[in-house]
């Protein structure tokens, strides 16, 4: 077949199909009806007529369909996502807190829909993932002089007044007996606040970085390897040889000067490079552990108060300071057993300010009790003049409230966990809030201070190395000793002459004083000796060969 019908030219093959079939794409409303594209087998849908599209090849495939909008019933051309949330024909009533702080959360504004905020971003940016359309109007809560109490707001949930509650709620045990909860869509936590000083320069902050042992140990040392290597340098280096009072001198000298590796006097035994090498390596290391230590000690930050966490805020009697409207002051009476008179209700981020630099003593506040999230945002307002101390000593998170049972807590959980996985939900963070730059925890200075057991090794290997030094070096000497009598060296070491009755001490006592007078000789005189004694020896030994006898010298 062949022919033009009222629709246009028709025409069909052998297996009876229409060839190039092609029609248009009509929007009906009412009575009318509006062309808003074609659809043809070759090109899909498309704005263009497909008479002009025949003979051009195209892949239909990779081609989005392309119409002109639609016009929905309701003049809309929003595209419909299917049932609309049943709510007796009326749209959520949703209760917002009207903050007076930290309104980054969560606040009015004066353009639709109202409110504004962080808590509003991530609740629209759930609603949208529901796949049909809820119907909403937010309404503030509160007086906007201060912040409404939050327990209250879910309160008004439970007794059908809204039909749910946006906003940085926090999800705890009472509330969730009253309402549902969805998911949290931000975790908190309740932490201590307290004030922080910059340490005021100190004359004595030099002394700071070590513990008094180990400024002690590390002086001994010093001194210790300083007589190592005058014991082991003395009988072969001149350097380290003169009148006693040089020599003490040279000891001291010579071990304060190698603190900055500038000792002039040269190690000529094997025995002192040894302990001196391994001296320089430990001082190396206490040199840098000292100039870390101290920078950090310098730049640091101290706590001003002797509050150190939770429990030592509990044990004082001092003023806490609570934010206004949060469940913070229910939980540190009822859980913690906090005395009333002792909480201060806080309204805006001024009052924490003037109430933590005021302290207790000036009707301020020794520290605050809030939820993280806040105390992120106050420490980067404040520039890190004020730290949280102890840790996080609850955990909880913040979830949108509804009625019991309704079906739109489940649904939202499940939004609110694909925007956690999408990475959304990090997206609208970094949109509203900073991180804070402060570091959270401080520590007691005393735990920067370096302590022997961080060294006690290096002394150790230090200590071995003089006490080998110098067993080598005295036993070298005994054995010199021993081929060494008083008498035989006449002239060389002074002959000691015992007096008749002297007793064994006096012996000991001599013999003593002979040891040290040969150790106090230089070496190479002993070798010298010892060599002309052994010449000598052989002479005794071998008296025959011209017949005469030697007389002993
Ligand atoms: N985030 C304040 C409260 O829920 O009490």
Redesign the pocket.
């Known amino acids: 077949m062949n022919f033009t019908g009222v629709s246009g030219q028709l025409q069909f093959d052998l297996e009876k199909n229409l060839i190039q079939p092609a029609y248009d794409v009509l929007n009906i409303g009412g009575t009318g009806f509006r062309k808003i594209g074609y659809w043809s087998n070759s090109s899909g849908l498309s704005t263009t007529e497909p008479e002009t599209l025949y003979g051009k090849s195209f892949n239909t495939s990779t081609r989005t369909p392309h119409l002109y909008s639609v016009i929905w019933p309701g003049e809309t051309i929003a595209t419909p996502r299917g049932w609309v949330f049943p709510n007796n024909g009326r749209p959520l009533r949703i209760a917002v807190p009207e903050r007076v702080s930290y309104k980054d959360f969560v606040s009015k504004d004066k353009s639709p829909p109202g409110v504004r905020g962080y808590c509003i971003d991530i609740f629209e940016a759930a609603i949208n993932l529901l796949p049909y359309p809820v119907p909403r109007t937010y309404m503030l809560y509160g007086d906007g002089k201060r912040n409404p109490q939050?327990?209250d707001l879910v309160g008004q949930v439970a007794l059908n007044n809204f039909d749910a509650a946006v906003g940085?709620?926090?999800i705890?045990t009472n509330?969730t007996r009253m309402v549902d909860f969805t998911q949290p869509y931000m975790e908190?936590g309740l932490v201590v606040v307290v004030p922080v000083k910059q340490v005021k320069s100190n004359p004595w902050a030099f002394l700071k970085p070590f513990t008094i042992e180990m400024w002690l140990v590390t002086g001994a040392f010093f001194l210790l390897v300083g007589v190592v290597v005058w014991i082991l340098e003395h009988r072969i280096n001149h350097e380290f040889r003169g009148p006693p009072r040089e020599q003490l001198m040279t000891i001291f000298w010579f071990s304060f000067s190698t603190m900055f590796f500038s000792h002039r006097e040269n190690t000529v035994s094997t025995l002192g490079r040894l302990v001196l090498i391994i001296w320089l390596f430990v001082v190396l290391i206490i040199n840098s552990s000292y100039t870390a230590s101290l920078t950090s000690i310098l730049t640091v930050q101290q706590l001003t108060s002797r509050i150190e966490g939770i429990d030592s805020l509990i044990s004082s009697n001092d003023p806490i300071g609570v934010?206004d409207?949060?469940?913070?002051w229910k939980y540190l009476v009822n859980e913690l057993n906090i005395a009333e008179s002792r909480l201060v209700t806080l309204k805006t981020m001024e009052d924490y300010i003037k109430a933590l630099q005021d302290g207790p003593k000036r009707g301020g506040v020794a520290a605050i009790v809030d939820?993280l999230p806040?105390i992120e945002l106050f420490m980067s307002a404040t520039k890190c003049a004020f730290r949280t101390v102890g840790q996080e000593f609850t955990k909880s998170g913040?979830g949108f409230a509804f009625q019991r049972d309704s079906p739109l807590a489940v649904d939202l959980s499940t939004a609110i966990l694909q925007l956690s996985e999408n990475g959304d939900l990090q997206k609208i963070h970094n949109k509203w809030l900073r991180s804070s730059e402060c570091s959270m925890q401080l520590n007691e200075m005393d735990a920067d201070r370096l302590s022997l057991t961080s060294f006690w090794g290096l002394f150790l290997i230090c200590g071995i190395a003089c006490f080998i030094a110098l067993a080598v070096f005295f036993c070298r000497i005994l054995l010199q000793y021993r081929r060494f009598s008083p008498e035989t060296v006449e002239g060389d070491v002074e002959e000691i002459e015992l007096p008749p009755r002297s007793g064994r001490r006096s012996l000991r006592t001599a013999s003593f004083k002979n040891l040290m007078d040969f150790v106090d000789k230089k070496e190479i005189e002993i070798k010298h000796m010892l060599k002309r004694k052994s010449s000598d020896n052989k002479q005794e030994a071998s008296p025959s060969s011209d017949g005469k006898s030697h007389s002993p010298s």
Not at 325 to 328: A, T
């Open positions: 939050y327990t940085d709620v926090t705890t509330r908190s934010q409207g949060s469940f913070s939820e806040y913040w």
